[in-house]
């Protein structure tokens, strides 16, 4: 049995760039920008149940108006529209929240007091 000598190949110009990269180099990787988010369904369950001072149907208009300019790439506008969007859905929510809890202790009144 004979010992042959092997030879490797001599590395390509992509192995010589890649393995003698300059020290100094930085790479800065910064943040996605984050599309804003629009409510669009928290407005639409606001505005079909529970739609107290017609804060549901405003919440609406400002989701589809914070869609419409992410989808035109106006990122601040939609930024806006979508902060007001859930102010609006909020106010609602809790207006909403409070006729409830109302109309229970309401209920629970009339009931044990034999109204």
């Avoid at 010589?16 to 180099?25: G, K, S």
């Avoid at 589809?64 to 939609?78: F, T």
């Amino acid at each position: 049995m004979e010992m042959k000598e092997v030879r490797a190949a001599p590395p390509s110009d992509y192995q010589e760039l890649q393995f003698n990269r300059d020290q100094h180099t930085v790479v800065t990787i910064g943040n996605p920008v984050e599309d804003p988010r629009d409510y669009v369904v928290w407005s639409i369950c606001n505005l079909c149940h529970g739609n107290p001072l017609c804060f549901g149907l405003v919440a609406l208009i400002f989701s589809i108006k914070a869609r419409d300019m992410k989808v035109i790439g106006d990122l601040q506008r939609a930024r806006g529209y979508s902060k007001w969007a859930l102010r609006f859905n909020g106010a609602a929510l809790i207006i909403f929240s409070l006729i409830i809890l109302g109309y229970v202790i309401f209920l629970s009144i009339c009931l044990f007091s034999r109204c």
